[in-house]
């Protein structure tokens, strides 16, 4: 592949560019570790001139590249003093990691703008401010998609580098506040973090997943480091926990309620249907398509009909189907519903949400359950990354909803 043929010409004596393996990086998806053992500062240079050009995922894997290198930190806080990149480019875990690894952690953390603070305050302070809050379990669960999976594993997703979520002995909102945004309260000295430095001057921050006379394995974001003890210049252990502070900066009050109400278990179970495969949707020349084929069901009696590719029998308002869409870039998108629905007595509505924003639509009915049309239900901004859509009926359902072959979004800016 393209990466085996650039290390062969290496091997050769035909050194390739920094500039022109960067290039490839950004123009064509090679993996990041092409440039891993670069340490020219214009690795980072040319790494953050492309951001705009990198999608969510390759920002990362970016983001762990310049991290690993105290010159590349000093670099990245260079470019959050110009507007290079924004706080928000990084994540909790990211800002953490680049408070600990600068030069002048006073200077990163005002760039960040993440001062120490008092934890216990912090901690008051969302408890307050949660209070006479609903948690929404499934909302939460994409809180948990986005924020925790990378280091917690629960209900098959995730990765194992903290603890079993589940296995909390107190999931009061209270307790489960303090473990989220006061993770060094208290730690289990399995989940403390150790930081290794390797003789090449390559930083690795993660929990001992392993550890034998001549390797230890460093487990971080869901990534295991395999490093031989003749290759560590020092391995640090600390106090603090693997968690990183801070995470209030990227979650509301209400993403925390979501968040308690699904870890405290209240029921997101879906529904299990031949033909039925829940996937993250992608746009491809403007348009995402949304089939029932790949949406998650919920409720008391909504189904899958394999025969048919909808879903039929929508007669609670606990009934519900949601879509996953991965966007490199957001927008407005314009919403079109295929459908059936014979005439029927009363007004039933259909509630779209996504992206914080609703659309209420007012069901068409097609003559028959065998006829089907298309329906344009109105627009929706979405924000770049991971977005979750919900189809529920409104307050007020009479009968049966509608027969749903699936949504389409159209870009229109």
Known sequence: DLVDRLRILERAGEAVPTSRLVQVLVAEGAPMRLVATRVEPQVAELLIASWRSLTPGRRREALTLLLARPLFVEQVLTALESGAL???DLDA???ELCVERATDAERARQVLTSPPGDRAAVVTEFLAAMDG????ALAGREVFRARCAACHRLDGEGSAVGPDLRALSDRSSAALLVAILDPNRAVEARYRSYTARTWDGVLITGVVAEETETSVT?????????LLRSDLEHLVGSERSQMPEGLEADLTPQDLADLCAYLQGAGVARRVFTGNTPRVALEADGV???PASIAEIFGPSLVFEERFQNLGFWHSTD???????????????EVELSHACPSQPGANALVLEGGGEGVRWTVAPTGSWETYSTAHL???RLAPGRSFLRVRAAEGLEGY???LQGLRLRRVE
Do not use: N
């Open 93 to 95: 875990h990211q800002r």
């Open 378 to 380: 109105g627009t929706l």
């Open 401 to 403: 909803l509608l027969d």
């Open 133 to 136: 809050l609903t948690g929404d």
């Open 319 to 333: 009934d519900l189907a949601a879509w996953s869409v991965e966007l490199e870039r957001g927008g407005t998108f």
């Open 86 to 88: 924004v706080p928000s």
């Open 218 to 226: 460093l487990r971080g974001a869901g990534v295991d480091e395999v």
């Open 288 to 290: 995402v398509e949304l």
